[in-house]
């Protein structure tokens, strides 16, 4: 076993270091006060050619894989964009570029992916609906084929970056659940041009109100009547559980980077703090009621590392990797949340004062643990799947 990162993701380390060292907390706090895009950090990253790591060579990437990414995603987290900046990540390299370089068409390929290395074309993802919530089985949204078109009706939730996306990898039901046999039989992924659907009536749009994370705004969804050429399917027809578990598990590894890089800031926020804050003559981290659950979070945020490394190795190998995405996400999203709450004790009362980042810490680190799937579920996988317990429902 070697532990050591390849120069790839050393790299991109050191990379992706060197621009965020150029945009402080205070930076990411105005980003997330004024609803905005860090489009100084994005452009960097497009220039840079940060943005293409997952994409092949001859379209003009890196050629790297998930692993880069992850480390990519974790790297921006920890420099203080914490949970907001998984979205970097995940919408366009993630979602866009691993999803087409493993699934999309020789047409496809060609297209998008030199785009997509560039920044220039922006991908997001549609799967979860009101009525379904986390049971993506049952989703209703329903793609019925008609000459050389599909046309789609149905509505999704939570969809996370629609205004700047020039495609929309939708997720649909070819064949409805209550006929499905197996369930998963029978869903397929549609590439829609967002601008020109909106612009024939077939898709909009509207913000959900949130409490964190505004840097990009996350949406409801309605689709009527929408015609999508059977070109733009994504895999092939009735299968698209193959495409979505290759959507889902590089989700998880990169929220929980993006969680893990939370935990690395609010941890440094907490331990700087505890090292200058001075009360009864000496720095409030000598007391170990400060000191040990600091402590505590280091060596869970270590161990959570190296269970997102393992499954983006693994998905990079093309190995089965549900069980180690599910546990890195698991892993990570409780360190955020852990570092998050020490980093606000730590800080005492002060943590409620935006003059430190805390609140946005803690608000960024409480979502990790409900998106983009429940710890119930994750443990629930974990009980079925995983120890052979017997299925709830």
Not at 26 to 36: M, P
Not at 59 to 68: A, T
Not at 332 to 346: G, L, M, P, V, Y
Request: aromatic share 8%; hydrophobic share 45%.
């Amino acid at each position: 076993m070697d532990f050591s990162l390849p120069e790839s993701a050393l790299a991109v380390q050191r990379g992706i270091g060197a621009i965020c060292s150029r945009y402080d907390l205070a930076y990411w706090q105005r980003c997330e006060s004024d609803k905005r895009w860090p489009e100084e950090v994005w452009d960097e990253l497009a220039k840079g050619g940060w943005l293409g790591l997952a994409v092949p060579e001859e379209h003009g990437g890196g050629g790297q894989g998930l692993l880069e990414l992850a480390v990519a995603t974790e790297t921006l987290s920890a420099s203080g964009a914490a949970g907001g900046s998984a979205f970097t990540y995940v919408l366009t390299p993630g979602f866009g570029a691993l999803t087409i370089d493993r699934h999309g068409s020789a047409g496809q390929r060609a297209e998008l992916l030199p785009r997509l290395a560039t920044g220039e074309v922006e991908t997001c993802f549609a799967l979860t609906e009101p009525d379904a919530g986390s049971n993506s089985l049952a989703i209703t949204t329903s793609a019925r084929r008609d000459g050389g078109d599909f046309v789609v009706n149905g509505q999704k939730i939570w969809i996370t970056g629609v205004q700047r996306a020039t495609w929309m990898l939708l997720v649909t039901r070819t064949v409805p659940a209550a006929e499905a046999r197996p369930r998963s039989h029978g869903l397929t992924v549609l590439l829609v041009n967002v601008p020109e659907a909106v612009a024939s009536g077939g898709l909009s749009y509207r913000p959900i109100p949130k409490m964190g994370a505004n840097t990009t705004p996350s949406n409801m969804v309605f689709i009527d009547d929408l015609r999508v050429p059977a070109s733009n399917v994504v895999g092939e027809v009735d299968q698209g559980v193959a495409v979505l578990w290759d959507i889902l598990n590089p989700e998880r590894v990169l929220l929980a980077a993006s969680a893990l890089g939370t935990a690395e800031v609010a941890l440094r926020v907490a331990v700087d703090y505890a090292r200058e804050r001075e009360v009864f003559g000496r720095p409030i981290g000598a007391n170990q009621a400060i000191s040990f659950p600091l402590a505590q979070v280091k060596a869970k945020i270590e161990l959570a590392r190296l269970m997102i490394y393992k499954a983006a190795w693994c998905f990079d190998r093309r190995l089965p990797c549900g069980t180690e995405a599910n546990i890195a996400k698991l892993t990570a999203s409780q360190a955020a949340w852990e570092a998050a709450d020490a980093a606000f004790q730590t800080h005492g009362g002060m943590a409620y004062s935006h003059e430190y980042p805390v609140a946005r810490l803690l608000t960024d680190a409480r979502i990790a643990k409900v998106a983009p799937v429940t710890e119930e579920l994750l443990l629930n996988y974990l009980a079925t799947q995983v120890l052979g317990l017997p299925r709830s429902f």
